[in-house]
């Protein structure tokens, strides 16, 4: 069940990716690439990651009001020709043997729900639950396997959202911005 679901969230997101490469309208091609991002948090979500997808949460929310707060006002001239087709179609090619290449991993994946890792006399799990208050000092299994165990993901999750929150507050600022017309070179 659950990697049907993902197999469907695959497709939205190749559509969605199809739609961004090969609408004419900018505001349609970022609202694409947004439904792209969404949809993989979702996946995230669907495979048991949860901070992963908070972290693509947090991430496409402020990329995408930034992306659609500048393509608002922005006056672009449209290119037609051979080579947006030659684009469009390495793009579809590529995002097909990308779906490929997924569809062939998600077949070496144990089933969804299967306790594998568990049958294992030298779990990870097993490794967490014995040793984590001893080498942490921590009571709480969790917050031991965050912040020592995995400080460095959790380190590196932290500075992703906080870095695109730092850059979104950069693009939003009125101060020190000059219009066009006040320019004065």
Do not use: C, H, W
């Not at 020592?148 to 590196?156: M, N, Q, V």
């Amino acid at each position: 069940m659950t990697e049907t679901l993902i197999t469907v969230i695959l497709v939205f997101m190749i559509i969605a990716a199809a739609v961004a490469l090969s609408t004419k309208e900018l505001l349609s091609s970022v609202i694409s690439v947004g439904a792209v991002g969404f949809g993989g948090s979702i996946a995230y979500l669907l495979m048991r990651s949860p901070d992963l997808a908070i972290t693509q949460v947090v991430v496409e929310v402020v990329s995408l009001v930034l992306l659609i707060r500048v393509t608002v006002g922005m006056d672009l001239k449209l290119s037609s020709g051979r080579s947006s087709l030659r684009r469009l179609a390495a793009g579809t090619l590529s995002i097909f043997v990308l779906f490929f290449l997924f569809v062939l991993s998600l077949r070496n994946f144990p089933p969804f729900g299967a306790a594998v890792m568990d049958r294992i006399a030298s779990a990870p799990s097993l490794f967490y639950i014995d040793k984590s208050l001893p080498l942490t000092g921590s009571p709480n299994i969790i917050t031991g396997i965050l912040l020592d165990f995995r400080a460095y993901d959790t380190l590196g999750e932290a500075t992703v959202i906080f870095t695109a929150v730092l850059g979104g507050l950069a693009l939003l600022r009125k101060k020190g911005r000059i219009k066009k017309e006040e320019n004065p070179y």
